[in-house]
């Protein structure tokens, strides 16, 4: 019992590994059949023929690759058509391929997708370009060369390199075509440019001479000069020579061809030198491959393979490089345990009919093959072969080429890691990636018409049509004042298509920059308020006019306050400031003015009296010489005056105020600063705005103030001499002339406006026209020029200050010594009289005090004159001073 479970055990193991044995034997078969699908006579084809003729020849020499099954490829030509395509692909499906290089057309390919889609047979197409075919609706198909979508990117990055920003494109009408546009426009718009014609050609070159010329002759007429030409060879020679023909082979064109145009010369050449002239300076692309020594023997074996008559080109290298690829991917399947089986599809069984679609049948492991397929990482002829997760090569790149001479000129590189630049693509991968507009370059092209110089890229367009200018009637001094003109309806004509552009005096406003375009100004303007002023009476009141009233009373104030303080401290042991009560005023009032010229006579005795005296005769100092500097400019400078003093006042006044018609500058007071449209007279010319001014606020039709642009009053000032601007321009803006969105005039006005504005011209055009003034006198501004008093604050301050301490200081020595007192023996004996009798004594005390320091000082002075006497008697001198003697000896003693 148990020895039969372990035999049959066994007998299960070993027919378990013999059949998984056998059934890797068996998965290597001797023959692999592939499927190679392009149309023999197309420039391609011819190349892709030779070359993977060549390619299976390799594969089959190295025994290391597919391990001794052979490889098999039968070729069908698809003949370029859609239909033939799609009959060689079903043909092929009768066999047992397991896939198939090609198709070499993007319309084919998108046809036989579908079919391959339900077989599961990976197409490799060396050639179609079609951007779209990525998609996820063709899982099986894969593309061993670029998209055009880096193709369209690098048309796109040389336009933005050159500054263009329109092109006109001629395509050939089909999925190729349209979907390599559909891209070059995204392309292009992801740079800000665009496509501004688009014309297709009908496929199966249903064109003839007559359909080329009349497309060309529009395409003429176009504004842009920059043509891309996404077409196919036999096509793009037609275009060439019609538009030889035509003159636009010439001076001011830029052709940009795609990679048809460098696959055909690289197979060709050299060409004929009737077909290579008629595209001198054509720009065209070409799928770059790096050298390397494998590309180098390939491309010399490769002269004796097509017997000298046929030149290769990147796509028979991509050819070469497809077999190689799905030789290696069978290798794999292989060694993953693929198996090379078919089974019918339940859904072809047909029922009757004469089609037999029901042979056609379903590769059993295709999802498999086409894994490893997109696994593959080898290196070919045409670099290193490797998909990203798009199911594309990994970096994309193209070389820029200048058609010249009997060939052409390799002129800089594209690739998708750094842009252009003329350092091949591989020096650039070690770097980071820079697409800094510094690091892209290229050499220079040698244009058509045999310059060097770089086309603008557009003209005016030469259909018919002339340009149409819009032009103000301009705000001209003493014209025929004529209405005018509404600006923003000007403005607004440039977007219905009625002026191609506006020249004038456009201010540069945000309703306006949103439908438009403009320059860069070329003025720089502002509003700003005119009014009429006066000059001012410098006449007999001019003298009041240095201080304001406020600083005047404040003055006044202080002299008497200081004057009284001074009193105070001195009167008591100073005799200049005793005397009748009526004296003593008088002599307040004297000493506190004669501070104002230095000249006060009455010595201050007190260090109180003394300290206040000093700090003010500093302030008396500071406003002595305000004064004197202020009203000297009063008296010497022209002073004008007008009641309104800039923006501000005029806001808040309820005058009318002027303005220029259709002027922006209405929608500014009315709605940015609020003023009320009743107060808003519109006026048409100089003359009214001199007139409205000289009526003023309160007659009917006057107006207070114009409010108007910085260059129109200059323009008004330099006849009109009794008007001056009031305050500062209140808003920044700039006149410029104005374009329709996008044009690409409004760029190069800029430009050149820019260059005006560096060299100087600009602001000498500005001079010349709008400086010179008939008025004699310079433009001054009118402000209040009086002193105020928060000028002098501080210095009150002080001064205010210090007679507060002195007095303070003052009084605290009084109440001392009142304390200091003994009371006085013969006072009352109640309590109020005895504090009474204090006090009186005190002041007794304090005026005995007093007398005796008066004396003191009294004496002193005698003295001093006395000895002064002594001197001049000794000298000689005359007896006058002895009179002096005398009276002063007749005061030595008052008491007696
Ligand atoms: C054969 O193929 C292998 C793998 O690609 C390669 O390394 C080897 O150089 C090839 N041998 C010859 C003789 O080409
Ligand atoms: C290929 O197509 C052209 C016209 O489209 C035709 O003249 C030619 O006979 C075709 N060749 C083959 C082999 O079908
Ligand atoms: C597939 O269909 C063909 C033709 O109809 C038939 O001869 C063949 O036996 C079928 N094969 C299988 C595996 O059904
Ligand atoms: C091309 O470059 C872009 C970004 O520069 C990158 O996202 C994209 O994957 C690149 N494509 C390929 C095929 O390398
Ligand atoms: C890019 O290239 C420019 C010019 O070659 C260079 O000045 C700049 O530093 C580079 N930037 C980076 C990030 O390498
Ligand atoms: C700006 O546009 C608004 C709305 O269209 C309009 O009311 C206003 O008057 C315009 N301002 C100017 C200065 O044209």
Redesign the pocket.
């Known amino acids: 019992m148990k020895a039969t479970v372990l035999v049959s055990y066994l007998f299960a193991f070993f027919g378990l590994f013999s059949s998984v044995y056998s059934r890797n034997v068996a998965s290597r078969p001797a023959v692999v059949n592939i499927g190679a699908l392009f149309s023999f006579d197309s420039t391609i084809g011819r190349v892709a023929k030779i070359a993977i003729e060549e390619a299976v020849k390799d594969v089959n020499a190295n025994s290391s690759i597919l391990h001794g099954s052979k490889l098999v490829v039968t070729m069908q ?1 698809s ?3 859609g239909f ?1 395509g799609m009959v060689e692909s079903l043909r092929f499906m009768e066999t047992d391929v397991v896939a198939i290089i090609g198709p070499q057309s993007s319309v084919v390919a998108h046809i036989i997708s579908h079919v391959v889609n339900e077989l599961q047979v990976p197409l490799l197409s060396f050639a179609a370009t079609d951007p779209t075919l990525n998609s996820h609706q063709f899982p099986f198909f894969v593309r061993t060369t670029q998209s055009d979508l880096y193709q369209m990117a690098a048309i796109a990055e040389i336009v933005d390199y050159y500054g263009w920003k329109q092109v006109i494109a001629i395509f050939i009408d089909d999925d190729f075509g349209r979907n390599g546009m559909l891209a070059l426009s995204d392309k292009l718009a992801e740079r800000r440019c665009k496509i501004s014609y688009k014309v297709g050609i009908p496929p ?1 070159s249903g064109a003839n001479r007559g359909d080329i010329m009349d497309i060309l002759v529009k395409v003429a007429l176009m504004e842009s000069r920059v043509v891309v030409l996404h077409v196919n060879p036999k096509l793009g020679f037609s275009l060439f020579s019609v538009a030889k023909y035509l003159g636009m082979m010439g001076n001011g064109y830029v052709w940009i061809a795609t990679d048809w145009l460098s696959s055909y010369l690289d197979s060709f050449s050299p060409l004929p030198s009737e077909t290579i002239n008629i595209m001198q300076g054509v720009l065209a692309l070409r799928q770059y491959t790096p050298d390397s020594d494998r590309k180098r023997s390939f491309s010399s074996r490769w002269s004796k393979l097509a017997g000298g008559s046929l030149g290769l080109n990147s796509y028979g290298l991509y050819a070469y490089d497809s077999v190689w690829l799905v030789a290696h991917a069978i290798d794999a399947f292989f060694d993953q345990g693929g198996v090379i089986s078919f089974s019918n599809d339940s859904r072809l069984r047909s029922e009757g009919g004469n089609l037999h679609l029901d042979a056609m049948s379903i590769f059993d492991d295709g999802l498999l093959l086409l894994k490893n397929i997109l696994k593959s990482d080898l290196v070919g002829l045409t670099g290193p072969l490797k998909f990203d997760s798009d199911r594309s090569l990994t970096l994309p790149a193209y070389d820029v080429v200048n058609v010249i001479g009997t060939g052409y000129r390799r002129i800089g590189y594209w690739s998708n890691y750094s842009g252009l630049s003329t350092l091949p693509p591989e020096t650039l991968y070690m770097r980071p990636p820079n697409r800094s507009s510094a690091n892209q370059q290229l050499y220079s092209v040698i244009w058509p018409g045999e310059t060097v110089l770089k086309p603008r890229g557009w003209v005016f367009p030469n259909n018919g049509k002339q340009l149409r200018i819009g032009v103000p009637i301009r705000f001209i001094p003493f014209g025929n004042g004529k209405e005018n003109p509404s600006y923003t309806e000007l403005v607004n004509l440039i977007t219905t298509g009625f002026f191609d552009a506006v020249v004038g005096d456009i201010a540069i406003v945000t309703n306006r920059t949103k439908i438009i375009d403009f320059t860069q100004p070329y003025v720089a303007s502002g509003l700003v308020v005119v009014a009429p002023f006066r000059k001012l009476n410098s006449g007999a009141w001019a003298f009041l006019r240095p201080f304001s009233p406020l600083m005047w009373i404040v003055t006044g104030c202080f002299f008497i306050v200081v004057g009284t303080v001074v009193w105070i401290l001195e009167h008591r042991i100073n005799d200049e400031f005793r005397g009748p009560p009526k004296r003593q005023v008088i002599t307040i009032l004297w000493f506190s003015l004669s501070t104002l010229f230095f000249a006060h006579r009455e010595n201050t005795v007190s260090t109180l009296g003394r300290f206040v005296l000093i700090i003010w005769l500093f302030v008396v100092l500071i406003i002595n010489s305000s004064y004197t500097a202020s009203l000297t400019s009063i008296l010497t400078v022209q002073q004008l005056f007008s009641p309104i003093n800039g923006i501000e006042s005029l806001k808040e006044s309820d005058e009318p105020i002027g303005y220029q018609v259709g002027s922006f500058a209405e929608y500014y007071l009315s709605q940015e600063l609020g003023i009320s449209k009743s107060r808003l007279v519109p006026l048409g010319s100089p003359e009214a705005y001199a007139r409205a001014l000289q009526l003023g606020p309160t007659k009917d039709g006057g107006v207070a103030a114009v409010v108007d642009e910085l260059p129109y009053v200059d323009i008004f000032l330099s006849t009109q001499c009794t008007f001056r601007i009031v305050g500062q321009e209140f808003t920044k803006s700039g006149w410029g002339f104005a374009f329709p969105r996008d044009s690409p005039l409004a760029v190069d006005m800029s430009t050149a406006i820019l260059a005006l504005s560096e060299n100087g011209d600009l602001q000498r055009i500005h001079d010349k026209w709008l400086m010179h003034s008939s008025c004699s006198s310079d433009r001054t501004e009118i402000e209040s020029d009086r002193l105020e008093l928060k000028s002098f604050w501080g210095l009150f301050v002080i001064c205010g200050l210090a007679c507060f301490f002195a007095l303070f200081i003052y009084f605290l020595q009084i109440i001392r010594q009142l304390y200091r007192v003994p009371p006085a023996e013969s006072a009352s004996p109640t309590q109020g009289g005895s504090r009474s009798g204090r006090l009186h004594r005190l002041l007794s005390l304090m005026d005995e005090k007093e007398d005796q320091s008066r004396q003191k000082n009294k004496r002193r002075k005698v003295e001093r004159s006395l000895s002064e006497n002594d001197r001049d008697v000794e000298l000689g001198r005359n007896t006058k001073r002895k009179g002096i003697e005398m009276t002063s000896g007749s005061n030595i003693n008052p008491s007696s």
């Open positions: 030509s003949n370029c058509s033939t199966d």
